[in-house]
């Protein structure tokens, strides 16, 4: 197969000047700079930016398909060692409402989600000090046993930071002890990795909103070591709250870099890599820093000055939290167009990143819809359940013949994918999940796949302190 040369760089160019540019870019021949990432993000009109990253979604995946997946989110755990400012989620260990699932219940969460024709579960908890590392092994090797065609996409690189500091495991740094935690973790059933925890890596961000949360250093090496592991992974971004435009084309700079670095030195040998990125906006609902005031609306905003959070960004990540004095206690929420562009900017910015995922769950189904053209070419899952965006306020629900129907609404044919995604089912018949519906007001009327109120205990929860009980019986 013949190499295509690597993009070249052309940093004087103005990409809203210059259309054969924007050409090479959609090509996949030219590479945008942090400047023009920015330039994109902040200048381009909106229906111009749109298009080309439509079209470089094409020039990647055609004019066709597009697709989905059929997994369950399952949160195991809501205890959380960190205080992130966002999370309606975590809860302390002796809070009436924390939980963590017994085995009984999350496998019996598999079983219904094989009973749909799903094919993997995303399985994120809080950082749970209480759960020994015995725990997550014997849960791995009883899923592989139990449903050995379920893909286990699950512990996101703050799980894995805290994996590293709750077992201590031998090792010089935090590269060889997570690896050394990650091999035990896919040889007992682990399959890739997904990039919960992303949020902003700028570390003035990072270090107001992410309280005791994994740096960006630390997300970023254990991502790398998924990748020599041969387990591919995805990237995540939550944008619209204190942080700068900056930041935001920091973050996707950061992920292309370590891709980079990763398809160098493990493509050869079978390595991983970033397949996906999503990124969404902030939900502010039952958040602490949900109660931050609107720029504007505090006492002595001057709304002809830059917003904090852009006064303080740097493209190279090195802003500093004094620059503003009203840094981090002001936030810029993010509406259906900022959403938008944001998703657009990231398909132009990361050619070397597969898929771009659009996230019809915080920014409701139509939004995800004009998202496919706006250089998505995934809808993500179901959501048969989800518990941690939900928590903040966000309740949208989709099932299969919404999600097709959707898809195919926005003018591509709906297909059903795998992790890697691999098309399993490309919906071009009469059989298609969406065209065997005849009334879709049954479908409009009733939520889909939504788990109890947040605010309730499951039923089925057990007690914090794990005892030999809770552990599964070997297999
Ligand atoms: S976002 Fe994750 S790491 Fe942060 S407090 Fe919530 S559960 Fe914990």
Not at 209 to 224: N, P, Q, R, V
Not at 337 to 355: F, G, K
């Amino acid at each position: 197969m013949p190499v295509r040369p690597a993009p070249s760089l052309h940093p004087a160019v103005d990409p809203l000047a210059d259309a054969s540019f924007m050409e090479a870019v959609v090509a996949g021949a030219a590479r945008l700079t942090p400047e023009q990432g920015l330039r994109l993000l902040r200048d381009m009109p909106l229906a111009d930016l749109g298009m080309w990253a439509d079209r470089r979604c094409r020039e990647i995946h055609g004019d066709h398909v597009r697709t989905y997946v059929i997994d369950r989110n399952i949160n195991y755990t809501n205890v959380c060692t960190a205080k992130c400012t966002f999370c309606a989620f975590r809860r302390d260990a002796g809070d009436s409402d924390a939980y963590t699932l017994s085995y009984d219940t999350l496998l019996k969460k598999i079983e219904e989600l094989v009973a749909i024709g799903g094919t993997q579960i995303l399985m994120q908890g809080g950082m749970n000090p209480e759960l020994p590392l015995g725990w997550y092994l014997d849960l791995l090797r009883e899923i592989k046993r139990r449903f050995p065609q379920v893909h286990v996409h699950a512990f996101s690189p703050p799980e894995f930071v805290e994996f590293v500091n709750f077992f201590d495991p031998p090792g010089a740094t935090y590269e060889e002890k997570v690896r050394g935690i990650m091999t035990q973790l896919k040889e007992a059933g682990l399959a890739s990795v997904p990039g919960g925890g992303g949020e902003i890596f700028a570390p003035a961000v990072r270090s107001k909103i992410g309280l005791g949360k994994c740096t960006a250093e630390a997300w970023l090496t254990t991502m790398y070591v998924a990748h020599e592991l041969g387990m591919n992974t995805s990237s995540t971004m939550m944008f619209g709250h204190i942080e700068g435009h900056a930041d935001r084309v920091h973050h996707m700079d950061m992920t292309r870099r370590w891709q980079d670095r990763a398809i160098a030195d493990f493509s050869a040998q079978g390595g991983g890599r970033y397949k996906a990125f999503i990124s969404w906006p902030f939900q502010r609902e039952n958040t602490p820093l949900g109660r931050a005031k609107e720029w504007g609306q505090g006492p002595g905003d001057d709304l002809s000055q830059p917003f904090p959070g852009d006064a303080v960004a740097n493209l190279d990540g090195s802003g500093t939290k004094d620059t503003h004095p009203e840094f981090g206690r002001r936030v810029r929420m993010a509406g259906a167009t900022e959403y938008l562009r944001t998703q657009a900017t990231s398909r132009l910015y990361l050619d070397n990143v597969h898929s771009i995922g659009s996230s019809w769950v915080t920014m409701g189904p139509h939004v995800g819809q004009v998202g496919l053209r706006f250089g998505a070419n995934d809808m993500g899952s179901v959501m048969m359940e989800e518990n941690v965006v939900s928590s903040a306020g966000t309740v949208h629900c989709l099932n299969e013949p919404l999600l097709c129907r959707l898809i195919r609404d926005a003018g591509f044919l709906p297909a059903q994918r795998n992790n890697a995604y691999d098309l399993l089912k490309v919906h071009d018949g009469p059989d298609s999940p969406d065209l065997r519906v005849k009334d879709w007001s049954e479908f409009r009327s009733k939520p889909m796949h939504q788990e109890a109120p947040r605010a309730q205990k499951p039923a089925d929860a057990v007690p914090l302190t794990v005892t030999a009980a809770s552990m599964p019986a070997k297999a």
